[in-house]
C-alpha cells in the first residue's frame, strides 16, 4: 500500500485502532516501515484509557500538531495521557506478548467452534481479535441476537457483512473480539463453552425473524425486547 501511495504522489495513512496492541505484541504486522502516517485510539487491544495517539514522519508532524492543537482538540487531559503511559509502559513487558498472542489463539478458538455449529464466520476465520458472522445461512438479522445475548451477558456488536442485502439498521452479521476474555485470563477451553453459550442464545431466538416490511421493525424490534427480558 506503501508502493501504490508513493506511485500517485499521495500519502499512506494506516488506521490500526484496533490493531494497536496486537502490533505492540508482535502478532500482527507493523505498518511504520511503509507508512507516512500512523493513528490509533489507545483502548481498544492496547488496552488503555479512552484516547489516541498519532506518528508521523518528520514533514509532516507539524502541521498535523497544529491542527490537532488549537486546530481541533480542546484541551489536554492530563489523566488521560497518564492512563496512555501506564497502557505503554504495560506493552513492554514480556506478559503483553503472551497476552497478545493469547488473544488471537482465543479468537482462532471461538471461531473454529462457532464454525462446527454451523455459523458462517466471514474470511473463513481471523489472524486477529476480531470474528465476523455472516447469519444470513441461520435466517436471521445480527440485531435480534446481539440483543438477545447482550441480555445473556454477552456483549457484541450488530454488524453488516461484505456484500449485505439487509439496510445497516439491521444488517446479517454479529461482530464479536476477545481482547476483554483475554484480559480476565480465559482461554481456548473457556472459548469452546462460550461458543456453545453463544449458539444456545441464538438458537432460542431463531423464531424471532425480522419483518420483511421495514414498516413493522420498529415495533417488532419492541417486543422482542420485552420478550427477550422476560426470557
Known sequence: ????????????????????????????????????????????????PRGAMIFAKKELIEAIDKSVFPGLQGGPHNHTIAGIGVALGEAMAPSFKTYAKQIVKNAQTLAEELKKRGYDIVSGGTDKHLILIDLRNKGLSGKVPALALEYANIICNFNTVPFDSAPPLYPSGLRMGTPALTTRGMKEKDMIKIAGWIDEVIQSISSYQLPDNPKLRREFMKEVKVGLSEN
Do not use: C, Q, W
Open 1 to 48: 500500500m506503501g508502493k501504490i501511495a508513493k506511485s500517485v504522489g499521495a500519502y499512506y495513512l494506516a488506521d490500526v485502532s484496533h490493531e494497536a496492541g496486537l502490533i505492540a505484541g508482535g502478532v500482527n504486522a507493523s505498518p511504520f516501515e511503509s507508512a507516512d502516517v500512523v493513528m490509533m485510539t489507545t483502548h481498544k487491544t492496547l488496552r488503555g
